[in-house]
């Protein structure tokens, strides 16, 4: 298996977390999708990272898709809960920590624009949509140990990564301040291995 990914990407990330918590072998593949000569459109038409690639030669994306299957493909250190309800409560929780991704995401590109190129309204938009999902989060969280209460999930680690790319792009965004619940969270996130050794180097 092989798992090709860049080493900022923050869905990239929460791959390479899974990987690391369940002690997956995997060979890492470093592809930017941005760089001209990237194949990354070979394994995924739609040219994002990260794809795993099976033993079989079987791509699989998104992020949401690989670590599911990684999940279901090996018993160590299940991190998506069995049952239905808590199973789809894991979800959403990824959902909307890749949902702020994602609109971190967009801002970051939309700001490398001209600037006179550049859309206020569009970046509002965004800014709201980190805003918002920041302080769900952070209610939903409230004071347990992890987003599903006393376990540790797939849900931490979205959220994780999560954080860790605001950090990366948006170094300005005082989350901890506004969050100190988010901020107990991350802090927690990074003293595991699996955190530390997928830290995204500097940009
Ligand atoms: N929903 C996708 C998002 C993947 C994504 O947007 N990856 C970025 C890198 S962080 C990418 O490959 N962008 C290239 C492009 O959009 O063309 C996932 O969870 O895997």
Redesign the pocket.
């Known amino acids: 298996m092989k798992l090709i990914a860049?080493l900022?990407?923050?869905?990239?990330r929460?791959v390479r977390v899974v990987i690391a918590e369940k002690h997956i072998e995997c060979e890492l593949q470093i592809d930017v999708?941005?760089d001209a000569d990237t194949h990354?459109p070979d394994y995924n038409p739609?040219?994002?990272?990260?794809v795993l690639v099976l033993d079989d030669g079987t791509p699989l994306?998104?992020?949401?898709v690989?670590v599911e299957y990684l999940d279901l493909a090996s018993p160590v250190h299940n991190l998506l809960p069995k049952d239905a309800r808590s199973r789809i409560a894991v979800k959403r929780w990824e959902a909307l920590a890749?949902g702020i991704t994602?609109a971190a995401?967009t801002l970051h590109l939309e700001k490398k624009r001209p600037e006179s190129q550049q859309s206020p309204a569009w970046i509002t938009r965004q800014e709201q949509k980190i805003t918002r999902g920041l302080t769900a989060i952070s209610r939903d969280l409230g004071e347990n140990a992890w987003c599903m209460a006393d376990n540790y999930s797939l849900a931490d680690i979205a959220v994780g990564c999560m954080l860790g790319y605001l950090d990366l792009r948006f170094s300005h965004i005082n989350w901890r301040e506004m969050h100190p619940n988010l901020a107990r969270l991350s802090a927690k996130l990074k003293d595991r291995s699996s955190f530390k050794s997928t830290m995204p180097p500097a940009s």
Do not use: M, N
């Not at 900022?8 to 990239?12: C, E, G, L």
């Not at 739609?46 to 990260?50: C, D, E, Q, T, V």
């Not at 994306?61 to 949401?64: G, K, N, P, V």
């Open positions: 860049s900022t990407s923050p869905y990239a929460k999708p941005w990354v739609l040219g994002k990272i990260p994306y998104d992020s949401r690989i890749d994602d995401a």
